[in-house]
C-alpha cells in the first residue's frame, strides 16, 4: 500500500522514515497522480511508454495459447539463472535477508532459493511460503470481475448500494475502486494507523477500523478524475464481495480461484500464523526518539497480523503458485471469460505509476509485463508475465524493498530484469534517482 502522495524519488528521500510510509503494506510506493482514463486509447494514437501501448493487442493475450512448461529446464540454462540471481543477491543481501525466485517459460521451469534465516541460519528453501501483501488485489479484483460477468453486479454501480456512510459513497462506483480512481484517502498513509500498528503489531484489524482511518483524511480528488493507489479501496472491494456472495471472502477466494487453479499453498488467512516452511519477515520499523530517528536493528514481522491489510494484502502463497498465477492474470485463462479479460487489459489508465507502470482493474502493466507486486513489513513480491515471450517471473523476498548501498536499486525488480535478460526477453527496472543515491542505513540484529 505505500505513500501514494510520494514519487519514486521520494520512496528513497532520507531517512528517518515516518511510521506510515515504513508500515506501508502495498504494491508499490507510485508516482504523483496525474489525469487517468479508463480505457486505453485506440491502438493508432499510441505512442511508447503510453497505456496503450503497454498492452498493444489485449486480445491476441487473452487468446493465446499456453507454451509454457512446468517441467525443470536444462542443466545449462539453469545455471545461467543460478548466475544471475545470485549476483544480484549479493547486491542487495543487506536488506533483502532471503529470497525466492522462480521463472516459467517454453524452455522450461527454474526456482531457487538464496540467503537464510537470520537467527537459526536455516536456508531459505524454494517452498517456503511467504506474505504477498497487495498481489492479493489481482485476486480480489479477479472475483469483482467474475461477479460483474456473472450479471452479480455491475461496475458502474455506486459503492452506497453495498457499503453505506462512505465520502462520496453515492458517486464513487465498483469500478473507480478497482482502478484505484475513486479518491478516497489511503488509511496506510496515516502516521496514527502506523502508530497503532507498531503498538500492537499482532492485534486483530476488522475492516471498518481501517476504513475509518481513511474517513479521518480528506478525499484526494473528485471520484474518476484523478488516480492514486489507495488501500481504502480493496478493502471496500471485499466487503461487495461478501455482501454479494453471501460469504465470507477467504471462502469466496477459495471457491472461485484457489480450488479451481489448484493453488493449494495459496491461502487468505484467518490468524496471524504462516505456514511452514517460511520465510521470516525481517523489517525495519521506525522507532520513535526524543530527536526523531529510525533504528537500524532487525525486527521479525513474521506474525505480525495480516488483517492490517486486509482484502488490500493479507494474502500467503509460495513461488509455484504465484508462477501459474502470474500466467492466468496476464491471460485471465481459467479465471475469466475471454471478453472480460480483453476488457481488464484495456483498462491501463493513461495515469503512470512510475515510468511505463500502469494500473488497470487490480492489475499493473510495467513496460509491457502483466502482474501485480506487493510490499507489507518483512516482505516484497513482484509477479510479471510477458506475453510476447510467454514467460512468467516471480520474486519473493524479505527485508527492504531497496538496496543501501550505492548504486541504490529496487530489490525484486533487479532480480527480475536479470532473469529476463536469461530467459532471452527484456526488462526494464526502475532506476533510484541520482539524489536518492546515497548510503542508507544498513540493518543488523
Not at 290 to 307: F, I, L, Q
Not at 340 to 348: E, G, I, M, P
Not at 415 to 435: I, K, N, Q, R
Amino acid at each position: 500500500m505505500g505513500n501514494t502522495s510520494s514519487t519514486r524519488a521520494a520512496r528513497w528521500a532520507a531517512l528517518p522514515l515516518t511510521v506510515a510510509t515504513v508500515l506501508a503494506v502495498s504494491g508499490c510506493t507510485f508516482g504523483t497522480p496525474s489525469p487517468a482514463s479508463k480505457d486505453a486509447a485506440p491502438a493508432h494514437e499510441a505512442v511508447a511508454g503510453s497505456a496503450s501501448a503497454c498492452v498493444p493487442d489485449p486480445e491476441a493475450v487473452a487468446a493465446a495459447g499456453d507454451t509454457q512448461v512446468t517441467d525443470s529446464v536444462d542443466a545449462d540454462l539453469a545455471a545461467q539463472f543460478d548466475a544471475a540471481a545470485a549476483e544480484v543477491f549479493e547486491r542487495v543481501r543487506e536488506v533483502a535477508p532471503g529470497v525466492v525466485v522462480g521463472v516459467r517459460s517454453p524452455d522450461g521451469t527454474w526456482t531457487a532459493g538464496y540467503g537464510a534465516d537470520l537467527v537459526t541460519g536455516t536456508p531459505v528453501t524454494v517452498d517456503a511460503h511467504a506474505r504477498v501483501a497487495s498481489v492479493t488485489k489481482s485476486f480480489v479484483g479477479t472475483v469483482i470481475l467474475q461477479l460483474a460477468d456473472e450479471g452479480e453486479l455491475s461496475l458502474d454501480d455506486p459503492l452506497d448500494d453495498y457499503v453505506p456512510d462512505v465520502p462520496n459513497g453515492t458517486r464513487i462506483t465498483l469500478r473507480q475502486l478497482i482502478s484505484m480512481t475513486s479518491g478516497l484517502g489511503n488509511y496506510s498513509d496515516d502516521e496514527a494507523w502506523g502508530l497503532a500498528v507498531l503498538g500492537d503489531p499482532e492485534a486483530e484489524w476488522k475492516p471498518e477500523q481501517l476504513l475509518d482511518y481513511s474517513w479521518s483524511m480528506p478525499t484526494s480528488f473528485a471520484p474518476g478524475s484523478n488516480m492514486e493507489y489507495t488501500n481504502a479501496n480493496f478493502i471496500l472491494l471485499g466487503l461487495v464481495i461478501e455482501q454479494v456472495t453471501g460469504q465470507a471472502l477467504p471462502d469466496t477466494l477459495d471457491e472461485r480461484i484457489l480450488g479451481p487453479l489448484e493453488l493449494t499453498e495459496t491461502s487468505y488467512p484467518t490468524d496471524n500464523a504462516l505456514p511452514e516452511p517460511r520465510m521470516t519477515g525481517y523489517t525495519l520499523p521506525a522507532v520513535v526518539h526524543p530527536v526523531g530517528g529510525t533504528s537500524n536493528t532487525w525486527v521479525d514481522a513474521t506474525e505480525w497480523s495480516p488483517s492490517s491489510a486486509g482484502a488490500a494484502g493479507a494474502m500467503i502463497s509460495d513461488v509455484e503458485d504465484m508462477l501459474e498465477w502470474g500466467r492466468v492474470l496476464a491471460t485471465g485463462q481459467g479465471v475469466l471469460r475471454e471478453a472480460a479479460q480483453v476488457a481488464r487489459l484495456h483498462s491501463f489508465g493513461s495515469s503512470y505509476l512510475a515510468p511505463q507502470e500502469f494500473y488497470g482493474d487490480a492489475i499493473v502493466c510495467q513496460g509491457g509485463w502483466i502482474g501485480h507486486s506487493g510490499n507489507m513489513p518483512g516482505y516484497n513480491t513482484l509477479v510479471r508475465h510477458d506475453p510476447a515471450s510467454d514467460t512468467t517471473i516471480v520474486v519473493m523476498a524479505t527485508g527492504l524493498s531497496g538496496s543501501s548501498t550505492p548504486p541504490r536499486e529496487f530489490v525484486t525488480e533487479a532480480f527480475t530484469a536479470a532473469l529476463a535478460e536469461v530467459a532471452g526477453t527484456s526488462f526494464v527496472a526502475p532506476v533510484v534517482p541520482d539524489e536518492a543515491q546515497f548510503q542508507a542505513l544498513v540493518p543488523e540484529l
